[in-house]
T-cell receptor, first 117, second 116 residues
Framework: GAVVSQHPSWVICKSGTSVKIECRSLDFQATTMFWYRQFPKQSLMLMATSNEGSKATYEQGVEKDKFLINHASLTLSTLTVTSAHPEDSSFYIC?????????????FGNGTRLTVT | AQTVTQSQPEMSVQEAETVTLSCTYDTSESDYYLFWYKQPPSRQMILVIRQEAYKQQNATENRFSVNFQKAAKSFSLKISDSQLGDAAMYFCAYRSAWQGAQKLVFGQGTRLTINP
């Protein structure tokens, strides 16, 4: 089945530094990928929609300058948390759907646990 | 905007028994998809079952089945013969069938505990 690989699975960084999270579709092409954030014991909140070759679409309330998204190829999207602060600590999950397969479900990465100290 | 509501933050069931998780949604669209995802402690999101709104027949996947009531905008998940491995967070999700709208809208989740 379709696999989405997310890396790293966990990361600890110091306040003020930036951290990059990668999301790869391993056996399919994904024109669109999605980035979610999940706080403990809460649901997934969509942060942004990543579009290959164009700017990402951010949900209301999400700072685009803080959460930089780059979707440079049909198999890779990256989320960079810039100038991270402790409140950015969270679980980040990416997902993707095969290009052109409108009715197929999303495939999720295993998530990245970010801790900012 | 579409919304998804799961009114049961927590549910528990005895092993081998049946449990039903509730989900309601709000939309003005007529064509859409509904999903149930399972998130075990590993936090991997696992698709349990999906339903196309244009299909009247309720979806079934082994021990998992749904009760889809389109007019009532209700989409409940029934787990039969509950197993210890079913313990997880369960999220109901909605997606428009419109080709340009691909994002999933999730409910708040229901934590399911299986009692041995």
């Amino acid at each position: 089945g379709a696999v989405v690989s997310q890396h790293p699975s966990w990361v600890i960084c110091k306040s003020g530094t930036s951290v990059k999270i990668e999301c790869r579709s391993l056996d399919f092409q994904a024109t669109t990928m999605f980035w979610y954030r999940q706080f403990p014991k809460q649901s997934l909140m969509l942060m942004a929609t990543s579009n290959e070759g164009s700017k990402a679409t951010y949900e209301q309330g999400v700072e685009k300058d803080k959460f930089l998204i780059n979707h440079a190829s049909l198999t890779l999207s990256t989320l960079t948390v810039t100038s991270a602060h402790p409140e950015d600590s969270s679980f980040y999950i990416c997902s993707a759907r095969e290009s052109g397969a409108v009715s197929s479900p999303l495939h999720f990465g295993n998530g990245t646990r970010l801790t900012v100290t | 905007a579409q919304t998804v509501t799961q009114s049961q933050p927590e549910m528990s069931v005895q092993e081998a028994e049946t449990v039903t998780l509730s989900c309601t949604y709000d939309t003005s669209e007529s064509d859409y998809y509904l999903f149930w995802y399972k998130q075990p402690p590993s936090r991997q999101m696992i698709l349990v079952i999906r339903q196309e709104a244009y299909k009247q027949q309720n979806a079934t996947e082994n021990r998992f089945s749904v009760n889809f009531q389109k007019a009532a905008k209700s989409f409940s998940l029934k787990i039969s013969d509950s197993q210890l491995g079913d313990a997880a967070m369960y999220f109901c999700a909605y997606r428009s069938a419109w080709q340009g709208a691909q994002k999933l809208v999730f409910g708040q989740g229901t934590r399911l505990t299986i009692n041995p």
